[in-house]
T-cell receptor, first 113, second 112 residues
Framework: KAGVTQTPRYLIKTRGQQVTLSCSPI?????VSWYQQTPGQGLQFLFE???????NKGNFPGRFSGRQFSNSRSEMNVSTLELGDSALYLC????????????FGPGTRLLVL | GENVEQHPSTLSVQEGDSAVIKCTYS??????FPWYKQELGKGPQLIID?????GEKKDQRIAVTLNKTAKHFSLHITETQPEDSAVYFC???????????FGTGTRLLVSP
């Protein structure tokens, strides 16, 4: 079975721009969660989706948003990029929503200049 | 808010030695505790997990123990090998949610 895939793998943007990252979960998985990883803050939860509905959201500003499609693929969007948004953005998928094992993708490395 | 403390931040051992990483969580409602290994340039990979109705779980050279009373859980790696070198993260989650709260990570270096 193919693992979680994320595109693009690397991205360079400038301040003020917006960016959309994509995540394709493992086949059959219906839950997708997003995390931000930085050297200073570590791994932080962004949001979680199941059946196209956001079930939980972390403490991030409204510039961070996401959605999930009927095929369970998910996208996250960051508008008005700031330098501090530079990070590795990780997507994880699981079968369901009750403490199911989460499998992570390789991440998208975003650099904001 | 929820918090997971992880120690040590770095750990150097000789090949064949054992390594122990400890985590403490704050949310008494947490009852799922996974451990992830992250190698350079890759996403975290689940290596073992434990649920609150179990005190210990073992998978070959890796074991995890959980003390719910003390809110502690630990990762034990025996007979370490150079390929065990990576950053290890503990995490916790509460009932009904997929939100993982991660520890700050432990960089494990296994020298041949």
């Amino acid at each position: 079975k193919a693992g979680v895939t994320q595109t693009p793998r690397y991205l360079i943007k400038t301040r003020g721009q917006q960016v959309t990252l994509s995540c394709s979960p493992i086949s059959g998985h219906r839950s997708v969660s997003w995390y931000q990883q930085t050297p200073g803050q570590g791994l932080q939860f962004l949001f979680e989706y199941f059946s196209e509905t956001q079930r939980n959201k972390g403490n991030f500003p409204g510039r961070f948003s996401g959605r999930q499609f009927s095929n369970s693929r998910s996208e996250m969007n960051v508008s008005t990029l700031e330098l501090g948004d530079s990070a590795l953005y990780l997507c994880a998928s699981s079968l369901g929503v009750y403490q199911e094992t989460q499998y992570f993708g390789p991440g998208t490395r975003l650099l904001v200049l | 808010g929820e918090n997971v403390e992880q120690h040590p931040s770095t750990l150097s051992v000789q090949e064949g030695d054992s390594a122990v990483i400890k985590c403490t969580y704050s949310d008494s409602a947490s009852n799922y505790f996974p451990w992830y290994k992250q190698e350079l340039g890759k996403g975290p990979q689940l290596i073992i997990d434990i649920r609150s109705n179990v005190g210990e779980k073992k998978d070959q050279r890796i074991a995890v123990t959980l003390n719910k009373t003390a809110k502690h859980f630990s990762l034990h790696i025996t007979e370490t090998q150079p390929e065990d070198s990576a950053v290890y993260f503990c995490a916790s989650a509460g009932e009904g949610f997929q939100k993982l709260v991660f520890g700050t990570g432990t960089r494990l270096l296994v020298s041949p």
